[in-house]
């Protein structure tokens, strides 16, 4: 058995794929082209998953990996701008195929979460919050993964409601915003969906797509992606962990971050 080389790790190849993006990026800003259509003749559902610099990679593309499959469904990366947008890490960017002033209203509209740079700037950014609002009144499902839940607060959609979030910002939530924070995978408040951190934004997909469709669609699915989590530690639950392993946590995620 052949061991990778150092060209050849992980990392490096999501730098080529990230540089490739760039270029095709480029190439599509200056012919143009490139607008993201949804299928000829499909009735699906428009699932728009809104990027922006510094997002958790996983919040974006997890929930992606599941929506995408759903029958006749397009699920569309998007932005401020047209082209790459790079992670909280800054080691992988992913494509945003439209921006935010081509789409004017989606059946779904999800946020990702982010380190405390990229929350902070979404946050405050109020043409982005005007955008969600506006999509909001039209969405069947606003939802969001991890910290996008304070993105949905601050546009004023989560007043009065509960809602889940990052561990470590629940009580930001709380205090701030006027959210009743409730520590599970995913919670539902009438139309609006938010998952905690990171990997749960899979499985309120899954939630989503058995709302979306029905639960043998959503179980099907579910064994599509092999998603069957078993993890070799069981330190995924923040009730659960004791102050040295947040600390510990919360260090490497910082360490990580530009």
């Not at 929506?67 to 082209?83: F, W, Y």
């Not at 007043?159 to 520590?183: H, I, N």
């Not at 998952?195 to 469709?213: C, P, R, W």
């Not at 069957?228 to 600390?247: R, V, Y």
Request: neutral net charge; glycine residues 8%; charged residues 15%.
């Amino acid at each position: 058995m052949t061991h990778p080389t150092q060209a050849t790790t992980r990392r490096n190849v999501l730098r080529g794929t990230v540089a490739a993006a760039a270029l095709a990026a480029t190439a599509t800003a200056a012919t143009g082209t490139g607008t993201a259509q949804a299928p000829s003749g499909s009735s699906g559902p428009d699932i728009g998953i809104l990027l922006y610099d510094g997002f958790s990679l996983l919040d974006p593309t997890g929930p992606a990996e599941v929506l995408s499959r759903l029958p006749d469904a397009t699920v569309t990366m998007i932005s401020e701008k047209r082209g790459p947008v790079r992670t909280d890490t800054g080691d992988v960017a992913v494509l945003a195929e439209q921006s935010i002033t081509e789409v004017d209203r989606l059946d779904v509209l999800l946020v990702p979460g982010a380190g405390n740079r990229g929350t902070v700037a979404a946050m405050t950014n109020e043409v982005l919050l005007s955008w969600i609002r506006a999509m909001h009144r039209h969405t069947r499902w606003t939802t969001s993964v991890c910290t996008g839940s304070i993105v949905l607060a601050a546009a004023g959609l989560l007043t009065g409601r509960r809602a889940t979030t990052y561990w470590a910002s629940a009580e930001y939530l709380q205090s701030t915003f006027g959210v009743t924070y409730l520590p599970q995978r995913y919670v539902r408040s009438g139309k609006i969906i938010t998952a905690a951190g990171v990997s749960a934004g899979v499985d309120m997909a899954l939630y989503l797509a058995s709302l979306m469709t029905d639960n043998d669609t959503a179980k099907a699915l579910q064994l599509a992606i092999e998603y069957d989590p078993q993890p070799p530690f069981g330190s995924g639950n923040a009730t659960d962990a004791d102050p040295q392993l947040k600390e510990a946590a919360l260090k490497l995620l910082a360490a990580s971050q530009v």
